[in-house]
C-alpha cells in the first residue's frame, strides 16, 4: 500500500465498501488528521465520474454546518482519486440500534436540521442510510457523505446496492429513473427512523428486485407493531415514507415540527446523546475480542459464498475493537478480495474464497476445516501453491508472469 498521497500519509485504514477504501490519514501540510477516501481504480479512471465528483465537491463547498461532516478537498494523483474529509470520533447509530424512542427522535431532528439546510442550498443527499450517520463523542449527529452515491453514476445502481443510494434506503423515483428532490431524502429518512426504532428495516426481503419493487409498490407496515414506541410514530414513518413524494413531508422542517409536537416534553436530553456514544465506546475498550466467534461466523458465511455478510460481520467487529490489527488486516484482505472478484477480469471466486475460508478456518482454530480446504485446493485448485511456514500452512495463488 503507497504509504502517502499527495501531502496525505496514510495512518491505517477504516474500512472499505462498494466505491473504495477509507484511510485514516494525516495532512502533513496543515497537521491535522483527515478521512481520506480513496476511489476504486474504474471510478478514478472515468472522466465523468470525476466531473460530477467535483460538481459534488463544489456544492458541498458551500455548506457549513455542525451536523454535516465537512469535505475538505479533492485530491488526485497519477494513480489515485481521493476525498479528503473530516475525520469524526464517534459511534454510527447502525451499532446502536435499536433505539429508545426518544434517542431515536433527537438523532432524527438533528439530522433534520442539517438536511434542512442542505436542502436549502439545493444539495441532496441521494444516500441516507444508518452507515452515513454518525455521533461524536460530544453528542453531536454528523451526516457522511453528501451526494458521493450520485456522482459514481446510475448505471451501477442494479449491480451494486451499496454505490448509488443504497437499495434498502432509495426512494421509488430514483429507482423508475424520475427527478429527486428534498422529498427524496425525507422517504429515506423515514426508512432509517423505522429501523432505528425497531432495529429492522420495513420488509423482509433479501433479493435485490423484490427490495426495488417493493420501493416502488409494498405498503409500509406499522412501526409499533414491531417496536415498543407510541402509535404517533406509524403516522409520521407512514407519511415520510409515502411513495408519491407530492403525499411525503414537503420539507424537513415540516417532518421536524410533526415530531416535535408528537412527542412534547418527553424529548431526550440535550447531553443524553454524549453520554450514549461515550458510554458506547467505554464498552467497547473493555470488551474482548472473541476471535473465535468472530471467525467461525465469517467463516460460514463464506462457505454459503456470502463475501459481503462476511465483510459486515468483520466491520462491525472492527468498530468495537478498532485496535486489533489482525482483525483489521482480514478486513481489509476480505474487502479487497471482493472488490477484487467484482472487478472485470478479477481472480476467480473459486480460489478467493478458498482462500479467505482458510485463513478463517486457521484463525478460528479449526484443523478439520483448514485441512478441508487444503484438500479442496489440491483438488480443484491446481493454481494454488500450498507451502508450510513456521509451523502453520499458508496459501499463496501463483501469478503469472508479466
Known amino acids: 500500500m503507497t504509504q502517502k498521497i499527495a501531502q ?52 458541498q463547498g458551500r455548506m457549513s454546518h455542525p451536523g454535516i461532516a465537512q469535505l475538505y478537498s479533492l485530491v ?36 433534520l436540521d442539517a438536511l434542512g439546510y442542505a436542502h436549502s442550498l439545493g444539495v441532496l443527499h441521494r444516500d441516507i442510510k444508518p452507515e452515513n450517520v454518525l455521533i461524536d463523542t460530544r453528542g453531536t449527529v454528523k451526516i457522511m457523505d453528501f451526494g458521493i452515491a450520485y456522482a459514481v453514476g446510475s448505471e451501477r445502481m442494479t449491480r451494486e446496492k451499496s454505490v448509488l443510494g443504497t437499495i434498502e434506503y432509495v426512494p421509488p423515483e430514483r429507482i423508475l429513473n424520475r427527478p429527486m428532490d428534498a422529498r427524496s431524502d425525507i422517504y429515506s429518512l423515514g426508512i432509517l427512523l423505522f429501523e432505528l426504532l425497531s432495529a429492522r428495516l420495513p420488509f423482509d426481503l433479501e433479493n435485490d428486485y423484490d427490495i426495488m419493487r417493493w420501493q416502488i409498490e409494498g405498503s409500509v407496515p406499522q412501526v409499533s407493531s414491531v ?102 488486516r482480514y478486513l481489509s484482505i476480505v474487502s479487497r478480495a471482493r472488490l477484487e472478484i467484482e472487478s472485470p477480469g478479477g481472480t476467480s471466486r473459486d480460489q478467493t474464497l478458498c482462500w479467505l ?36 500452512a499458508q496459501l499463496y495463488p501463483e501469478r503469472n508472469s508479466r
Not at 501540510?29 to 478514478?44: H, Q
Request: net charge negative.
Open 8 to 59: 496525505f500519509r496514510i495512518l491505517g485504514e477504516l474500512g472499505a465498501g462498494g466505491m473504495g477504501i477509507v484511510y485514516r490519514a494525516l495532512d502533513t501540510e496543515l497537521g491535522r488528521e483527515v478521512a481520506l477516501k480513496r476511489l476504486r481504480s474504474e471510478f478514478a479512471a472515468s472522466s465523468d465520474v470525476l466531473e460530477r465528483f467535483r460538481n459534488e465537491a463544489r456544492l
Open 76 to 111: 488526485q494523483t497519477p494513480d489515485a482519486f481521493c476525498i479528503a474529509m473530516e475525520l469524526i470520533n464517534g459511534v454510527m447509530v447502525k451499532d446502536l440500534m435499536p433505539l429508545d424512542w426518544r434517542i431515536a427522535v433527537a438523532v432524527i431532528l438533528q439530522v
Open 227 to 328: 417496536a415498543s414506541v407510541p402509535a404517533f410514530f406509524d403516522r409520521i414513518v407512514g407519511k415520510a415514507m409515502r411513495k408519491d413524494p407530492a403525499e411525503r413531508y414537503a420539507t424537513c422542517s415540516e417532518m421536524a415540527a410533526d415530531l416535535q409536537s408528537a412527542t412534547g416534553d418527553l424529548l431526550f436530553p440535550a447531553d443524553g446523546l454524549q453520554q450514549l456514544v461515550t458510554a458506547r465506546i467505554a464498552t467497547a475498550r473493555a470488551a474482548e475480542f472473541d476471535a473465535a466467534s468472530c471467525y467461525r461466523e465469517v467463516a460460514g458465511h463464506l462457505q454459503a459464498g456470502n463475501l459481503g455478510a462476511a465483510e459486515h460481520v468483520l466491520q462491525a467487529e472492527a468498530r468495537r475493537f478498532p485496535r486489533d490489527s489482525g482483525l483489521l
Open 357 to 392: 475460508r482458510m485463513i478463517a478456518a486457521e484463525r478460528c482454530g479449526d484443523r478439520a476445516a483448514f485441512a478441508r480446504e487444503i484438500d479442496f485446493a489440491a483438488d480443484k485448485l491446481p493454481g494454488f501453491v500450498v507451502a508450510t511456514a513456521h509451523g502453520s
